[in-house]
């Protein structure tokens, strides 16, 4: 399969426990944020989103926490699997008709 | 599956060709983005169409343009291939309606330039 991001940093965390995955970013304009999934072969998947007049949004399994004073924004995965093995992408967007700006990345390894 | 196809998966060419990638987005899908992921990075914003007109346009030179067909098919074209431009190429589609952000991307063309 496709080979996304060789030299990401990475985090492993046994199954079934919960995973945070940070992510700062730079502008302290950007007021939409987001996390993406990217699988080996696939395109990014959305995953869950927060707006800045926000400081905390629940999805299935994830939550997004942010934190505009330190400009730093986290992914919790709870009960973490397999299937969440995967590069993980925070996004920011300043308002407007302005694109996404995409992080590094952060490989997530799900130990059986 | 995203219904966001694209063609071809893998591409080699040499310094200084030029290139076509194609996508297939979903039908009623008319707003198609495309990106640029060099390896170990996240994708960066190379341009925007809608109803056939680019209406954004990120950090690159004007050797990379695109299409947008009626059909909600798209191309990427990029002339004057640099080594710098390998890359894994992504290709995203929305629908009407749809929050900007929640886009379906494409698998993406693996494009190496030796």
């Known amino acids: 399969g496709e080979s996304v991001g060789l030299h990401l940093p990475t985090l492993s965390v046994q199954e079934g426990d919960n995973s945070i995955i940070n992510c700062a970013y730079s502008n302290s304009a950007s007021d939409y944020f987001i996390w993406y999934k990217q699988e080996s072969g696939k395109g990014p998947q959305f995953i869950i989103d927060?707006?800045?007049?926000?400081d905390k949004r629940q999805g299935q399994r994830v939550t997004v926490l942010l934190n505009k004073t330190v400009k730093h924004l986290s992914l919790q995965i709870a009960a973490t699997q397999p299937g969440d093995s995967a590069v993980y992408f925070c996004?920011?967007?300043?308002?407007?008709?302005?694109?996404?700006?995409f992080g590094k990345g952060t490989r997530l390894s799900v130990i059986a | 599956e995203t219904g966001v196809t694209q063609s071809p998966t893998h591409l080699i060419k040499t310094r200084g060709q030029q290139v076509t990638l194609r996508c297939s987005s979903q039908s009623g899908h008319n707003t198609v983005s495309w990106y640029q992921q060099a390896l170990g990075q996240g994708p960066q914003f190379i341009f925007q169409?809608?109803?056939?007109?680019?209406?954004g346009r990120g950090n690159f030179p004007p050797r990379f343009s695109g299409l947008q067909f009626p059909n909600y098919s798209s191309e990427l074209n990029v002339n004057a291939l640099e080594l710098d431009d390998s890359a894994l190429y992504l290709c995203?589609?929305?629908?009407?309606?749809?929050?900007?952000?929640?886009?379906?991307f494409g698998p993406g063309t693996r494009l190496t330039v030796t």
């Open positions: 996004a920011e967007r300043a308002s407007g008709n302005t694109p996404l700006v």
């Open positions: 995203a589609s929305r629908e009407p309606g749809q929050h900007v952000d929640e886009q379906y």
């Open positions: 927060i707006r800045s007049n926000m």
């Open positions: 169409y809608y109803r056939e007109e680019e209406n």
